[in-house]
């Protein structure tokens, strides 16, 4: 009785979820009956389904308190923020697409709908992919005592393909329903949110596996395997910083600046004159060095 009942549980979870985020704003604006949001709502549900078949494969989930990114302080932050980003995301998406009064043309509008489709079909092709390369290992970030380096697969390309499963499903979600500016405000939510979570879990698969992981992160990309621009990375890293520095609260700086210091730990760095956008950080604001000497303190990096 309990396998049948732990399934439903999560399936019905999973509806309130969707109901949340597409079918109760779509009401309430009017547009629950288009076809697009009846196929997102589809989609949604399809592409969650590869967590029903986890539980119900290799059984429940670890607990929420054994996560790492809940234990640390910044990672409860971006969560935060990453509940209340994401159901931003949606509802504006669905008010703006009821309110259009401009009737794109429909070369366009046909164009925008097929990268939509295409985006959303390779998100759930991705994640289900990913799942079951995964197996029991797709948890909360934990580590099992049988744990072992999942790298074959499409874990041979990218390190994280779930997350970039999200992102073309949520930016799918965003195209669909042409919302330009949920799509800005979907930039930023996955930049907080897969920002910290992949800081906290590759910190901690390297704790755990020490030069079998580097060696691995050597080989791979993190969410997408081709298109890399050379300096890009760098370029954005400053100019995020700087954005993130002179406009949000210190509550919600300290994710960023951990990503920061812990990519300054997977690549060794011993005294903290390097990155240059963390000194820099400290220099723009009086509360900056401040925040920036605890996440050293916590990461063993001595300030210069």
């Excluded at 969560?79 to 697409?97: A, D, K, P, Q, R």
């Excluded at 993130?244 to 210091?261: D, G, K, Q, R, Y």
């Excluded at 004159?273 to 000497?293: C, E, G, M, Q």
């Amino acid at each position: 009785m309990s396998v049948f009942l732990k399934p439903m549980g999560l399936i019905f979870a999973l509806l309130a979820v969707i109901a949340v985020l597409i079918v109760i704003p779509a009401a309430q604006f009017g547009v629950a009956g288009n076809w697009r949001v009846v196929f997102l709502s589809i989609s949604y549900f399809v592409f969650f389904l590869g967590t029903v078949w986890r539980v119900v494969r290799y059984g429940k989930l670890a607990s929420r308190q054994d996560d790492r990114q809940v234990q640390a302080t910044s990672g409860r932050v971006a969560s935060l923020i990453t509940v209340v980003g994401l159901l931003s995301v949606h509802w504006l998406t669905l008010y703006t697409f009821s309110v259009q009064n401009q009737t794109l043309n429909t070369a366009v509008d046909l164009c925008l709908t097929v990268t939509a489709i295409v985006l959303i079909c390779a998100a759930i092709i991705v994640s289900q992919v990913a799942i079951k390369t995964l197996g029991k290992f797709f948890d909360r970030l934990t580590i099992k005592s049988d744990h072992h380096l999942v790298t074959e697969g499409i874990y041979s390309l990218i390190r994280h393909p779930i997350y970039t499963s999200y992102i073309l499903l949520f930016l799918g979600f965003c195209i669909m329903l042409q919302s330009l500016w949920s799509s800005g405000l979907l930039l930023i939510v996955c930049v907080i949110w897969f920002g910290n979570r992949i800081a906290i879990e590759e910190q901690m698969l390297e704790e755990r596996f020490g030069e079998e992981y580097q060696s691995y992160c050597q080989q791979t990309k993190r969410l997408f395997p081709y298109g890399r621009l050379s300096g890009t990375p760098q370029i954005l890293s400053q100019l995020m910083t700087y954005l993130v520095m002179n406009f949000l609260p210190n509550a919600l700086a300290l994710p960023f600046l951990e990503v920061t210091i812990h990519r300054c730990v997977r690549r060794k760095v011993t005294r903290c004159a390097f990155p240059t956008d963390i000194r820099y950080v400290a220099r723009r604001k009086w509360h900056s060095k401040f925040l920036v000497n605890l996440l050293l303190q916590d990461a063993q990096i001595p300030w210069v």
